[in-house]
């Protein structure tokens, strides 16, 4: 296993269209992260899964915002009718349920033009 | 409401120095905290993390010192290398337990 996988690494997409992104976690790992990180800033939670389940979800996640985690292995995340504020890295996480070391991925870089 | 920050934005060191990165922290329910070092376009990569019920704690060429008398964490790199060149982000688990909240990140440059 190679670490967390995230695809694609970059998109670009008009205002307005949605986009999927894909994030495979380490294989042994049942948390799964998603943060979104804008320039110069740290990252900012977005939501979290423990296996399939989607326990929590940031305030930051507005209502075009959805994330899955259908088999509790690969998840993804979608953006409809994107907006330019949505410009920013995506990133993935993953970590043991008991460890909450977590390890990220390279990131989805997204801009909305 | 709560945060994690940073003392200072950037830090140039000469290579062969040793380097020490800040950070505050306002929550005073933190239990784990980790540091975090970014390369440009790449994810946050983990360097070390260290639990409330400790004080320091040692890596290879990293130390972490945690005084939650003053809410303070700090990151030392002895013998800083041009590789080390990277954002540093604290970072600490929230009262969730589960989800990380960051701090804005020193940008550490490393001079020949």
């Known amino acids: 296993d190679t670490g967390v996988s995230q695809d694609p690494r970059h998109k670009i997409t008009k205002r307005g269209q949605n986009v999927t992104f894909r994030c495979d976690p380490i294989?042994?790992?049942?948390?799964l992260y998603w943060y979104r990180q804008t320039l110069g800033q740290g990252p900012e939670f977005l939501t979290y899964?423990?296996?399939?389940?989607?326990?929590?979800k940031s305030r930051l996640l507005s209502d075009r915002f959805s994330a899955e985690r259908p088999k509790g292995s690969f998840s993804t995340l979608e953006i409809q009718r994107t907006e330019q504020g949505d410009s920013a890295m995506y990133l993935c996480?993953?970590?043991?349920?008991?460890?909450?070391?977590?390890?990220f991925g390279q990131g989805t870089r997204l801009t909305v033009v | 409401g709560e945060s994690v920050g940073l003392h200072l934005p950037t830090l140039s060191v000469q290579e062969g120095d040793n380097s020490i990165i800040n950070c505050a922290y306002s929550?005073?329910?933190?239990?784990?905290f980790i540091w975090y070092k970014q390369e440009s376009g790449k994810g946050p990569q983990f360097i070390i993390d260290?639990?409330?019920?400790?004080d320091k704690r040692q890596g290879q060429r990293v130390t972490v010192l945690l005084n939650k008398t003053v809410k303070h964490l700090s990151l030392q790199i002895a013998a800083t290398q041009p590789g080390d060149s990277a954002v540093y982000f604290c970072?600490?688990?929230?009262?969730?337990?589960?989800?990380?909240?960051f701090g804005k990140g020193t940008s550490l440059l490393v001079t020949p």
């Open positions: 996480a993953s970590s043991l349920v008991l460890d909450t070391e977590a390890f």
């Open positions: 294989s042994e790992h049942n948390r």
């Open positions: 899964f423990q296996n399939e389940a989607q326990l929590e």
């Open positions: 929550n005073s329910a933190s239990d784990y």
């Open positions: 260290i639990r409330s019920n400790m």
């Open positions: 970072a600490e688990a929230g009262d969730s337990g589960y989800a990380l909240n």
